[in-house]
């Protein structure tokens, strides 16, 4: 099959590699209808998160026909059509009963490397480094899905793969952010980075009632995208942020507030922001914190920061002080998908949104290296692009 | 050469800038002595935190071209204060020297061609449609708040 593979630090390759096969009973092989570029593919492409090797095949958000099944499972049959959560939950651990479902403790087979570096493992996810269980990803003609019996949503009949494929990681993640916030119709919710995630942030926070919502980015046709969500730009490149989040909450900060960007965030004119980047360049840092810092220093107190931007590592000059005499609540976490599945799979069907908005590109998969980089320089207004295996 | 070969080869000249730097701020008198131009220890010290400046610059920006154009600029610096030893230093080391700052300074010319532009402008592509809603965002406000089944009872 044709399948997406990591090479190197901006080498990616679509090549022919062996089909997958079914290892367990619990198994299904998944024949990928539709499959998505994400923002946190980007930090494999541009080397920033350890443990990847050279032919691994790639790729995360994926949704696809049920083409084999194993033995004991008795969830899924043949011609099942499925969108697949990016975390592999098993559904049976303690995590996973509770809803823990990105922190399931059976699903990453590698997981004494993790233990070791997160001090406790998260779950296992799709074609996202070997410190996540080295799973072949999505990005491919055909997948190996562990534990289908658990994880994979069934898709009902009327649905397009452009309407639920993202019910697989970004619509979930930019609601998982908004819940997490537990928005207040007084509140003021401002979201850094007008990508993917932060625009289902933008609309879950609409949708959940906050009286205003805020995006902060420098790409024009995102924060367009965002505006027709609802949200107020914010185009750090023409204005300042702190000064345009004291005028629209009188001075006193939002009450909420989303970091949709994680490790690499823009290095704009900031000190701090020059500083993360200089460091992560002679391998002194490995996140870029900038969003971090300014959420902490603009939320106003008692306020929620929600961080569903994907940090790997290490970040240096946090202002804990201002965290912890501000009384701001953190919350954070790789999406638990299979919490919120059913319930925006009913969102869908009734109407309430359609998540398509967001593809701007759709290409083959041979197209697909291409994409990667067009969608890292945000060149011809991509914003989310979709592989047609 | 394609451009991500001209990006690994600025890669290559930014840590060689750093290392440079560090070796003219660590032992600017050896390096001095070496030329015979013991004066101009201080002068040495002060081209290797140029050297280091530019190389972080390298490392650290999206687009280095500018900076790459900057160790240029620097080679040539650096054959002038050269070329200022020829006559009271030592000729044969302070020849070898300028040897080695032409080559450089021919493969920082070179990479610095080599690379590609800064984004170009290009036009803008309107998603001011792109509501995801199906009706207007104020409408939609707090719909999902006022659904009984929104919150899930694990969280």
């Known amino acids: ?389 | 050469m394609q451009k991500q070969s001209a990006e690994t080869l600025a890669q290559g000249l930014g840590w060689f800038s750093i290392a440079l730097g560090a070796a003219e701020l660590a032992a600017p008198r050896a390096m001095s002595r070496a030329l015979g131009m013991e004066d101009r220890a201080g002068l040495i010290q002060a081209y290797g935190l140029r050297e280091i400046a530019t190389g972080i610059g390298i490392l650290a920006s999206d687009q280095p071209k500018p900076w790459v154009w900057g160790r240029v600029a620097g080679d040539a610096l650096d054959m002038a204060t050269l070329a200022t030893g020829l006559a009271d230093g030592k000729r044969g080391a302070v020849g070898a020297a300028m040897g080695g700052v032409a080559a450089m300074a021919a493969l920082d010319w070179y990479c610095a061609n080599q690379l590609g532009e800064a984004r170009e402008a290009r036009p803008m592509r309107d998603y001011s449609n792109r509501t995801g809603f199906p009706d207007t965002p104020e409408h939609m406000r707090g719909q999902a708040a006022r659904d009984a089944t929104i919150l899930s009872p694990l969280l």
Request: aromatic share 6%; proline share 5%.
């Open chain 1, 1 to 389: 099959m044709r399948a997406l593979c990591y090479h190197d630090k901006h080498d990616i390759r679509c090549d022919t590699v062996p089909d997958p096969e079914i290892e367990h009973p619990r198994d299904a092989i998944v024949r990928v209808t539709s499959c998505a570029i994400c923002g946190s593919d980007l930090h494999l492409y541009d080397g920033f998160m350890p443990g990847m090797l050279s032919g691994d095949i790639i790729g995360h958000e994926f949704m696809g026909e049920v083409v084999e099944v194993g033995a004991a499972n008795k969830k899924l049959k043949v011609g099942d059509r499925v969108v697949v959560p990016f975390t592999i939950t098993c559904g049976e651990c303690d995590q996973c009963r509770r809803g823990n479902f990105s922190v399931c403790e059976r699903s990453n087979r590698n997981k004494a490397m993790a233990d070791k570096m997160f001090g406790h493992s998260t779950a296992g996810l799709y074609g996202y480094t070997h410190l996540t269980g080295g799973y072949a990803g999505g990005q491919a003609e055909y997948v190996r899905v562990p534990y289908a019996d658990s994880g994979p949503v069934k898709i009902p009949d009327g649905l397009t793969d452009d309407q639920v494929l993202f019910l697989g990681d970004i619509f979930p993640t930019g609601w998982q952010a908004a819940v997490q916030c537990d928005i207040q119709p007084t509140d003021t919710v401002a979201v850094w980075g007008a990508g993917p995630v932060g625009q289902f942030c933008v609309r879950s926070a609409i949708l959940l009632g906050a009286r205003q919502v805020v995006v902060i980015d420098n790409v024009p046709e995102r924060l367009v995208m965002a505006e027709a969500g609802g949200a107020i730009p914010i185009n750090f490149d023409e204005e300042s942020v702190l000064d345009r989040l004291g005028e629209l909450t009188g001075g006193k900060g939002p009450e909420k507030c989303i970091d949709a960007v994680g490790m690499e965030a823009h290095v704009n004119r900031s000190v701090d922001s020059i500083y993360d980047r200089v460091k992560q360049a002679v391998m002194l840092e490995t996140d870029r914190a900038h969003v971090l810092r300014e959420m902490i220093y603009v939320c106003r107190p008692a306020g929620t920061l929600s961080i569903p931007g994907v940090y790997g590592g290490l970040v240096d000059k946090i202002p804990f002080g201002a965290l912890m005499n501000k009384g701001l609540t953190v919350r954070t976490g790789q999406t638990h998908v299979n919490r919120w599945t059913d319930d925006l799979l009913h969102r869908i069907e009734a109407g309430q949104i359609d998540p398509s908005f967001v593809i701007t590109h759709k290409a083959s998969l041979e197209d697909g290296p291409a994409f990667y980089k067009t969608f890292r320089d945000k060149q011809d207004g991509c914003v989310k692009v979709v592989l047609q295996p």
